[in-house]
């Protein structure tokens, strides 16, 4: 503490002092003298003794003065004067002893005082000192305990009050403090512990981004299973309800009549997630103006996290669960988006969308490259279609997944093309061909229902005894059962998805491809080894019931479509299943021709006798026998019948003609074709037992060209007009074999006459050949 100065008196000041003891008032007639001692103390004090005793001199010499003044007026007085002056003077000094005595006792007095006052003030500004120290040190002490609590907040997670408490340290109001080296230190260590601060929200944040990356395929299961919920309830209401079937879920109709039911899948009674960490995180980078350090390596953990989502190569069997982490990890990021404000952008989200997207679709489309089960791709779409229901509620793009699904679904479609191909090839292969029989009125119901055939048919087959054999065979039901089969798949591949607008004439092709290729082709491939009339015929029932299946089929298919665009589907296979039933006629025809060779191996015509027979040769009886009750018996139309017996009489028409003009024959006689008229008759009447007798004109060509040689009227023929009118069936060709060949046996015999007609047949046959060369040869 500085001393105290001494105060110091002006003159003014000394004189009034001396004045309050009357020294210097002359109209006071005492002189309290008992007054100086306190002014003397003070002089001595003051350590103004000079001043004083030059005022007092100066006083002595005023009041010398004065009695001079008054001496030379009144000496007595001045004598008087003198006497009372030197007693004053003796009284003088005697007080400057007393004085100067005092003074010293003063001085030894006040010099105690003083050692005494300077001790004390020394010892107040060192107890103040003191004070202020431990004024100092209870305030370090408090920031300190203040850094200390910081630090305990840190590992206690409490990170804004950390932060808090830094900020009220580094805005604390200026103190004695503050100018301190200890408060410098601590300011400059300030941006430390902030950076422990944010060290350990980050660390909080990271520990917390491995917990959701081990949550996330429960937060996707729960969310998946209740989109499939969802899903199964949608069918079984678009089951009920015609008018629905066209929408899937998340769609306006469906999302009018959703009832929704309350269920977060963040938080549930089964499952809490915790964003705490991440807002807390958010909030001390944004306070550290350092969000956007935040962002980059929020982004960079996410993005490596999706990265390992997705093993390679991906097993089909894990994918089930993988979608369902896949999206319990967007269903996270969609929440951090809309809580965050800006710190997720909607561009960043897209990116680890699309990119995730495009690795999956790779990674499943690279899975089922050497898949040929067509299950498993249904599979892998119900997984998809549930994966991309699921994330468009979340606002998610499923565009790129809806490509994907349709893309699977062609390769899917060609898969199942080949496994039912497979199916429909066996069941032709397998099947005996016979007449299909029902066991039970129930048994008969389900083939009904089963079988696509026209509505008369079926109340007809109602309305008989179901021990009654059916029209057709196992093929044709087995057939109808597995297109059902087909269909269904077809469908079910396609149910819920964003309908593509070919779905419809993409299944429509595939079951043209399927009935033409798989089925009609295949009954053609059964045919070349079918030697049973019964079995031909019944695969022809069996193609001509296809043909109608065709038809209804696409009347079914145009109700059970997809989408309620475009008009009635039309199945082009219906023409392959005709060309089929004409391959299947042609059979037919050639096993009634085997049959006919075989009756003509036993012919054994003598074409030189010697006499015209009266009745037709034997194997005809058989032969004709034999093809009535064939064809009679065959369960098939009235005109594939006629068309086969048409078919047998031309062939045996052929084979006469054959017989009468080929090169087998060298030479025959007119009885032998007399024996062949006999045998042309006999035919026709049976045609005519049975009903067909306009079938004879199948014989027109045989009777015009053995009429000629026989009737003598070559000559009428080789005139132009009478070919042309009356013979336009005759072959030149034909008839100049057929002369050649009279006239062959004609010159080998030995009767003139004979001879003769034989050389004017051999002439006939050369005038015909020269008959426009070429002409129906």
Not at 205 to 229: C, D, F, P, T, Y
Not at 315 to 330: D, H, R, W, Y
Not at 443 to 456: D, F, N, S, Y
Request: with cysteine; charged share 25%; hydrophobic share 35%.
């Amino acid at each position: 503490m500085p001393p105290r100065r001494r105060q110091q008196f002006t003159q003014e000041q000394i004189d009034q002092q001396l004045q309050q003891i009357h020294l210097l008032d002359p109209s006071s007639s005492s002189e309290n003298l008992e007054q100086l001692g306190p002014i003397i103390k003070q002089i001595h004090t003051n350590r103004q003794q000079d001043a004083y005793l030059r005022t007092i001199q100066g006083l002595i010499d005023s009041k010398d003065a004065e009695i001079e003044k008054i001496c030379s007026e009144n000496y007595q007085d001045f004598i008087s004067s003198v006497s009372t002056l030197f007693t004053v003077k003796s009284y003088t000094d005697k007080m400057k002893e007393n004085i100067t005595s005092l003074d010293t006792s003063v001085a030894q007095l006040g010099g105690g005082l003083v050692e005494k006052k300077r001790a004390l003030l020394q010892s107040k500004k060192t107890a103040a000192n003191l004070d202020e120290a431990i004024d100092n040190l209870q305030a370090c002490l408090r920031v300190l305990d203040v850094v200390d609590r910081v630090g305990d907040m840190i590992r206690q997670g409490k990170y804004w009050s950390a932060l808090r408490s830094l900020e009220d340290i580094q805005s604390m109001p200026p103190t004695s403090l503050s100018q301190t080296p200890f408060f410098q230190h601590l300011l400059s260590s300030l941006p430390s512990l902030r950076g422990q601060i944010k060290d350990a929200v980050t660390a909080s944040m990271k520990q917390w981004l491995l917990e959701i990356r081990n949550i996330s395929a429960e937060v996707g299961r729960q969310a998946v299973e209740a989109m499939e919920s969802r899903m199964k309830r949608w069918r079984q209401r678009r089951e009920k309800d015609a008018l629905l079937r066209p929408n899937r879920v998340g769609s306006a109709v469906e999302m009018i009549t959703y009832e929704k039911i309350e269920f977060n899948v963040l938080d549930n009674e089964n499952l809490h997630v915790d964003f705490k960490p991440l807002f807390q995180c958010i909030h001390i980078y944004t306070t550290l103006d350092s969000l956007s350090d935040l962002q980059k390596s929020y982004q960079a953990d996410r993005k490596a996290q999706s990265d390992l989502i997705l093993p390679s190569p991906l097993p089909l069997a894990s994918l089930p669960s993988l979608i369902q982490e896949i999206s319990g990890f967007f269903i996270v990021e969609s929440h951090v988006l809309e809580t965050t404000n800006t710190f997720r952008s909607e561009r960043d989200v897209e990116e680890l969308w699309d990119a995730l997207v495009a690795r999956l679709t790779t990674a499943i489309d690279y899975s089922l490259r050497k898949e040929n089960d067509a299950g498993n791709f249904l599979k892998v779409k119900e997984n998809l279609l549930s994966f991309m229901m699921t994330v468009e509620t979340y606002s998610y793009s499923s565009t790129s997944l809806s490509s994907f699904i349709i893309v699977l679904f062609e390769k899917y479609a060609r898969l199942l093309e080949t496994e039912f191909t497979k199916r429909f090839e066996d069941i032709v292969n397998e099947d005996e061909q016979y007449a299909m029989k029902s066991e039970s009125d129930e048994e008969l119901a389900k083939v009904l229902e089963t079988v696509w055939i026209e509505e008369p048919e079926r109340k007809e087959i109602q309305a008989a005894s179901f021990s009654l054999p059916l029209p057709w065979s196992q093929t044709f039901y087995l057939c109808c059962q597995e297109i059902r089969t087909f269909i269904q798949k077809f469908y079910a591949f396609v149910e819920g998805v964003n309908q593509h607008r070919d779905i419809d004439e993409l299944l429509s092709k595939s079951l043209d491809n399927l009935l033409s290729k798989s089925i009609s082709e295949a009954i053609a491939k059964r045919l070349a080894s079918t030697r049973a009339m019964a079995q031909v015929a019944q695969i022809v029932t069996n193609l001509e019931h296809f043909q109608v299946a065709c038809g209804e089929l696409g009347r079914s298919l145009t109700n059970l479509r997809s989408t309620q665009r475009g008009g009635i589907i039309r199945l082009s296979s219906t023409s392959s299943f005709q060309s089929t039933i004409s391959r299947s006629l042609q059979r037919m025809s050639n096993l009634i021709n085997s049959k006919l060779d075989q009756c003509f191996e036993l012919s054994e015509y003598d074409w030189t006798p010697k006499s015209r027979e009266t009745s037709p040769s034997m194997y005809l009886y058989e032969l004709a026998n034999w093809l009535t009750t064939v064809v009679d018996s065959l369960a098939i139309k009235e005109s594939y019948k006629e068309e086969a017996y048409k078919g047998a009489m031309g062939y045996i028409s052929e084979c006469l003609m054959d017989f009468l003009t080929g090169r087998d024959i060298p030479m025959m006689n007119d009885n032998a074709i007399s024996n062949i008229l006999i045998d042309v008759d006999f035919l026709e009447d049976i045609l005519k037992q049975i009903g067909r007798a306009h079938l004879s004109s199948v014989f027109a060509e045989l009777r015009l060209t053995t009429s000629i040689p026989l009737s003598g009227t070559v000559q009428e023929y080789l005139v132009p007009a009478n070919r042309q009118a009356s013979y336009s069936a005759v072959k030149p060709k034909r008839l100049q074999s057929l002369l050649e060949k009279l006239a062959r046996c004609g010159a080998q015999q030995r009767d003139a006459t004979s001879r003769e007609l034989g050389e004017r047949r051999r002439r006939e046959a050369e005038a015909v050949g020269r008959v426009y060369p070429g002409e129906n040869r």
